[in-house]
Nanobody
Framework: QVHLVESGGGLAQPGGSLRLSCAASGFTFSTYTMTWARQAPGKGLEWVCGIYSDGSKTYYADSVKGRFTIYRDDAKSTLYLQMNSLKPEDTAVYYC??????????????WGQGTQVTVSN
């Protein structure tokens, strides 16, 4: 079955860095567009960034542009999120997400269970 397992979350100080990982199994990772989303306490889900299946293009929410970098290692079926210059407002549960649309228009979407990131002194 499909698994997306995030890791790397934890406590960081403002201005610090964390790297999140998302290990995928049970589907053809290299054919999926992958994204990161987050949910802060008391707020809705917020899309953070994404990367095309071939890695040719990445895109970011304005709130993280220039600070976060998404990348993938298809040989390891793993998605990463390098987070630098962290701010308290980055505190949230971070989820990885895989999306594939087949040639009939059916979409396949998978989510991980999330990893907590807390930015605080």
């Amino acid at each position: 079955q499909v698994h997306l397992v995030e890791s790397g979350g934890g406590l960081a100080q403002p201005g610090g860095s964390l790297r999140l990982s998302c290990a995928a199994s049970g589907f053809t990772f290299s054919t999926y567009t992958m994204t990161w989303a987050r949910q802060a306490p008391g707020k809705g889900l917020e899309w953070v960034c994404g990367i095309y299946s071939d890695g040719s293009k990445t895109y970011y929410a304005d709130s993280v542009k220039g600070r976060f970098t998404i990348y993938r290692d298809d040989a390891k079926s793993t998605l990463y999120l390098q987070m630098n210059s962290l701010k308290p407002e980055d505190t949230a549960v971070y989820y990885c997400n895989g999306i594939f649309v087949d040639d009939k228009g059916y979409d396949y979407t998978y989510w991980g269970q999330g990893t907590q990131v807390t930015v605080s002194n």
